[in-house]
């Protein structure tokens, strides 16, 4: 439990800070603005944080995609993986929730955004589903490819959430004008599903920003378990 309850905190604190960043900073103008560099370390360093504080409990995943490709690397059991989807949809679910509530009380009002992930005509630099998708698993395949190779038994301790977090950011660089960047299922169901009043489209989306991200990670968990990038088994 203490690993599930982990994991709901720090995807929580990822969609609160990451999301939140994109939300309320988007809104900003003059010195309280965010830009895309900002966004992207909002996210980044949301992981660091939570690399730090709960990473010796629980692994710190806070994205199920990166549960997957751990279990497909041999690393994690089915059991403690579908216990990590359970305790991160419900962590993203919680943080877009209380976004949503902060967002509420701004006095001009607000359009009901919650950092939503999406493509197509309208969405950002609107492109097509092809990019979107091409994106999506390429991003989090490299993405594992660094979670893999930085939590090895035979790498320096000590650096794997910076490095982690760092990769994180530059991943946001290249992708926030194409899909907004989600690489993690979870970080795209809450602000989906809890927006999805003023943005029913973000949910008609949704299978992109599942499967995609499942297949990147399950790409380089497959390369792990069989030692094409490192011998899994020592």
């Known amino acids: 439990m203490n690993k599930q309850f982990a994991e709901f905190i720090g995807t929580f604190a990822l969609v609160f800070f990451g999301c939140g960043a994109a939300v309320v900073g988007g809104m900003g103008s003059g010195p309280t603005a965010v830009n895309l560099l900002g966004i992207a370390s909002a996210f980044g360093f949301a992981i ?30 089915a059991a403690d993986m579908v216990g990590y989807w359970i305790a991160q949809v419900l962590g993203a679910l919680f943080g877009a929730v209380v976004l949503y509530i902060i967002l509420s009380g701004k006095a001009s009002g607000w359009t009901g955004g919650l950092g939503q992930n999406g493509w197509g005509p309208g969405y950002l630099g609107e492109y097509g589903v092809v990019s979107a ?89 497959f390369l792990f378990k069989e030692g094409a990038l490192l011998d899994a088994k020592k």
């Open 133 to 221: 998708f091409v994106f999506e698993v390429v991003g989090t395949f490299l993405f594992l490819v660094c979670i893999l190779g930085v939590t090895h038994p035979f790498t320096p301790a000590g650096f794997a959430g910076l490095a982690i977090g760092l990769t994180l950011v530059v991943i946001h660089l290249v992708g926030i004008n194409i899909t907004g960047t989600s690489v993690n299922p979870a970080r795209s169901i809450g602000p989906a599903l809890v927006g999805m009043g003023s943005n029913p489209k973000a949910v008609a989306q949704l299978w992109l920003f599942i499967i995609a991200p499942l297949i990147g990670a399950g790409a380089a968990g």
């Open 48 to 77: 660091v944080a939570m690399a730090y504080g709960i990473g010796p409990i629980s692994g710190c995943h806070v994205n199920p995609a990166v549960s997957f490709g751990v279990f497909v690397a041999g690393r994690m059991s």
